[in-house]
């Protein structure tokens, strides 16, 4: 039914900039808090931004805090992942997901009930 779509990744250079944009399909996304996260091979899942189902309250990790910004377009079902000033650390292959329960802008991976695909971030020295 629900299903997102992850798109934008690539190989950036230290420094540079790249958008994430993730899709959603399927209804629901207007009244659902979204979040994106990351994860580098070996790693844990990682919290990295959050937004709530209007947009207007954000929260993010204390990582990527001053140079991520998530944004949400409820009339396109889309959400977006602005990254800039990248650094090395910041490689992983990046998800978003619907939030399912009562929080407005959840941390945890297990508040969310839908994930994409993923999408690579590389970014080199």
């Known amino acids: 039914q629900v299903q997102l779509v992850e798109s934008g990744g690539g190989l950036v250079q230290a420094g540079g900039s790249l958008r994430l944009s993730c899709a959603a399909s399927?209804?629901?996304?207007?009244?659902?808090?979204m979040g994106w996260f990351r994860q580098a091979p070996g790693n844990e899942r990682e919290f990295v931004a959050a937004i709530s189902r209007s947009g207007g309250s954000t929260v993010y990790s204390d990582s990527v805090k001053g140079r991520f910004t998530i944004s949400r377009d409820n009339t396109k079902s889309t959400v977006l992942l602005q990254m800039n000033s990248l650094k090395p650390e910041d490689t992983a292959v990046y998800y978003c997901?619907?939030?399912?329960?009562?929080?407005?802008?959840?941390?945890?991976?297990?508040?969310?009930?839908?994930w994409g695909q993923g999408t690579q971030v590389t970014v080199s020295s």
């Open positions: 997901a619907i939030g399912r329960g009562l929080a407005t802008v959840p941390k945890a991976p297990t508040a969310y009930d839908y």
């Open positions: 399927g209804g629901t996304f207007s009244i659902r808090a």
